[in-house]
């Protein structure tokens, strides 16, 4: 398992639990019918990189991955071995599979979600911040998916009466920085993040500067809602890996990765922070509230 996460992560402790108890019942117990090793990449270039060839060259017969990046790097050392991932952004875009209802190489799995989704974040910021005028949307330009999503959101910004603005950021902490604080200058604005590797490993920098500009944003994953973002709304990644394991139960009896489609999200999940709701000043409304599946008050 390489893991894009820290191995004192709560979301990466739930995902690997997720896995493990999931193939436990189709009959595969660590210890006794397979063995498991886990690598944690923390969404790191050369930490990716690293643990790949570490886990590769102890000849496993397959590679559980979490996140496009771990993938790029499993890929980079091996096209054979058998990948199955989750949390991926664009498999296609990022050239991981030719297709994805034909995988076509060694590598298949869940992809974290459709284009499209962007616009409903741009719905979801709208309702808990009528006001807000002026978005920001934060993406990596050197991931596809960033160019995608916004082009949805973009899409649907005029019937909103909202302009919207990419702004590009890599994994530089400074980058980020000056750019949400030369955004925050403008008047009504708020935040959108697309999933990308930046996001998760500057995640609490990047909630951190919504704080302080008084910036409501939306966010891909609970764990920025948990660590203080206003709201995130995105797939439930922890349930993809409970489904990844029917896949690698599949591999393992002798079935091709390239034989099985990459599947989209089945389940969403909207979490909800009113501490941060309080601090900046909004009022959400009771059937907003509702539809959230965690509040945290």
């Not at 995640?203 to 966010?219: Q, S, T």
Request: charged share 20%; with cysteine.
């Amino acid at each position: 398992m390489l893991m894009n996460r820290a191995a004192e992560s709560a979301e990466g402790q739930a995902r690997v639990a997720a896995f493990t108890q999931s193939l436990h019942q189709l009959g595969w117990t660590d210890g006794r019918d397979v063995r498991i090793d886990i690598r944690w990449g923390e969404d790191k270039i050369d930490l990716e990189r690293k643990y790949a060839a570490e886990l590769i060259a102890l000849g496993p017969e397959i590679v559980f991955a979490s996140g496009t990046l771990s993938v790029i790097a499993l890929q980079g050392t091996s096209r054979t071995l058998p990948i199955v991932f989750v949390g991926v952004t664009d498999p296609v875009g990022a050239s991981l599979v030719d297709s994805l209802a034909r995988p076509g190489g060694n590598a298949t799995g869940f992809m974290i979600y459709e284009y499209s989704f962007g616009g409903k974040r741009l719905e979801l910021l709208k309702q808990v911040a009528p006001g807000v005028t002026h978005v920001a949307v934060l993406r990596d330009p050197s991931n596809p998916s960033g160019s995608a999503e916004f082009a949805a959101i973009q899409a649907l910004a005029q019937s909103l009466k909202i302009d919207v603005s990419p702004v590009d950021t890599r994994r530089d902490a400074g980058e980020i920085e000056r750019a949400i604080t030369s955004f925050a200058r403008t008047a009504n604005g708020g935040l959108i993040v697309t999933p990308n590797a930046s996001a998760s490993v500057h995640r609490d920098l990047i909630v951190a500067l919504a704080a302080r500009h008084r910036l409501p944003a939306v966010y891909p994953f609970r764990y920025h809602a948990d660590g203080g973002g206003l709201v995130s709304y995105g797939p439930d990644v922890v349930d993809q890996c409970r489904r990844a394991a029917g896949y690698v139960d599949r591999i393992l009896k002798g079935e091709k990765p390239a034989d099985l489609p990459v599947q989209a999200p089945t389940k969403y999940e909207m979490v909800i922070n009113l501490k941060t709701a309080k601090a900046l000043g909004l009022t959400l409304s009771e059937s907003l509230i509702a539809r959230a599946d965690e509040v945290i008050e």
